[in-house]
T-cell receptor
Framework: DAGITQSPRHKVTETGTPVTLRCHQT?????MYWYRQDPGHGLRLIHY???????DKGEVSDGYSVSRSKTEDFLLTLESATSSQTSVYFC???????????FGPGTRLTVT | GQQLNQSPQSMFIQEGEDVSMNCTSS?????WLWYKQEPGEGPVLLIA?????ELTSNGRLTAQFGITRKDSFLNISASIPSDVGIYFC??????????????FGKGTKLTVNP
């Protein structure tokens, strides 16, 4: 299994509060991704990174920001959480744009 | 658009039976990937396909990249209880800007009765 961890694994927060999810990898892969998974929608890309300090938006980026200051860490921030952001969030990594992406265990976020 | 249609949505089978699922699209894909996701975990990559017509096996799993590049199938032979999970197809497509993006199907939920 690829060395990917996500923290926290579960979080409950209130509407309007900021939330940061962390993805940590030990594989030294260049590409890192954040997805959300919701019933009926499958996996949808939020943001991705193609190197330290290099990030770009995915298809559902509104309300989210990311940062990557080190190869091994990719942070996803919800500046002001809303109930529509209740979801399971997955981080993924890949060594190149070959699209063999390897996923972390996920973070279940509930916004009340 | 670039939607992937994955079917069936769910399957209920008896242990020992063979399983077949597929993904289709009206768009041409450059790569096909098949993932399995178990409850509470992230998707795990099963098979990656890179060329039209390619047929690849991984144990009891076999997947093919359709010759038209618009479809792919996954077969599981002699199913066992631990095959239970949701199987996702994913494919890479070249966007109008020239970059590639990965598109996921919505999954096939497999239940295996012992």
């Amino acid at each position: 299994d690829a060395g990917i961890t996500q923290s926290p694994r579960h979080k409950v927060t209130e509407t309007g509060t900021p939330v940061t999810l962390r993805c940590h990898q030990t594989e030294n892969h260049r590409y890192m991704y954040w997805y959300r998974q919701d019933p009926g929608h499958g996996l949808r890309l939020i943001h991705y990174s193609y190197g330290v300090k290099d990030t770009d938006k995915g298809e559902v980026s509104d309300g989210y920001s990311v940062s990557r200051s080190k190869t091994e860490d990719f942070l996803l921030t919800l500046e002001s959480a809303t109930s529509s952001q209740t979801s399971v969030y997955f981080c993924a990594i890949s060594p190149a744009q070959t699209y063999e992406q390897y996923f972390g265990p996920g973070t279940r976020l509930t916004v009340t | 658009g670039q939607q992937l249609n994955q079917s069936p949505q769910s399957m209920f089978i008896q242990e020992g039976e063979d399983v077949s699922m597929n993904c289709t699209s009206s768009s041409i894909f450059n790569t096909w990937l098949w993932y399995k996701q178990e409850p509470g975990e992230g998707p795990v990559l099963l098979i990656a396909l890179y060329k039209a017509g390619e047929l690849t096996s991984n144990g009891r799993l076999t997947a093919q990249f359709g010759i038209t590049r618009k479809d792919s199938f996954l077969n599981i032979s002699a199913s066992i209880p631990s095959d239970v999970g949701i199987y996702f197809c994913a494919g890479t497509i070249t966007s109008q800007g020239g970059s590639e993006k990965l598109v996921f199907g919505k999954g096939t939920k497999l239940t295996v009765n012992p």
